[in-house]
Nanobody, 114 residues
Framework: QVQLVESGGGLVQAGGSLRLSCVHS????????MGWYRQAPGKQREWVAVITSDRSGGTTNYADSVKGRFTISRDNAQNTVYLQMNSLKPEDTAVYYCNEGYYWGQGTQVTVSS
């Protein structure tokens, strides 16, 4: 059973940075793509970023709204996926979720004040 545990959320001023972490356990890490999603109050969950499997080269892709500001990466030694978020905006406020296939983490709250 895959488990995903996010951390690193918090309150930050606009223009600031946060790094989210997602620790993976319960299966072999790196064989599947992993992604970050977010859900703001009253809105549907939306995709933010993805990193492909090691076999697929670990390539990354981003939603247009975060491209150039967010970076997704993976540390296979730590079984962890990161989301580095820079130049944060109030509209980035949401609960951020880590995803691998059918599996989701519990989410971590990111609040950006103006």
């Amino acid at each position: 059973q895959v488990q995903l545990v996010e951390s690193g959320g918090g309150l930050v001023q606009a223009g600031g940075s946060l790094r989210l972490s997602c620790v993976h356990s319960g299966s072999i890490f790196g064989i599947n793509a992993m992604g970050w999603y977010r859900q703001a109050p009253g809105k549907q969950r939306e995709w933010v970023a993805v990193i492909t499997s090691d076999r697929s080269g670990g390539t990354t892709n981003y939603a247009d709204s975060v491209k150039g500001r967010f970076t997704i990466s993976r540390d296979n030694a730590q079984n962890t996926v990161y989301l580095q978020m820079n130049s944060l905006k109030p509209e980035d406020t949401a609960v951020y979720y880590c995803n691998e296939g059918y599996y989701w983490g519990q989410g971590t709250q990111v609040t950006v004040s103006s």
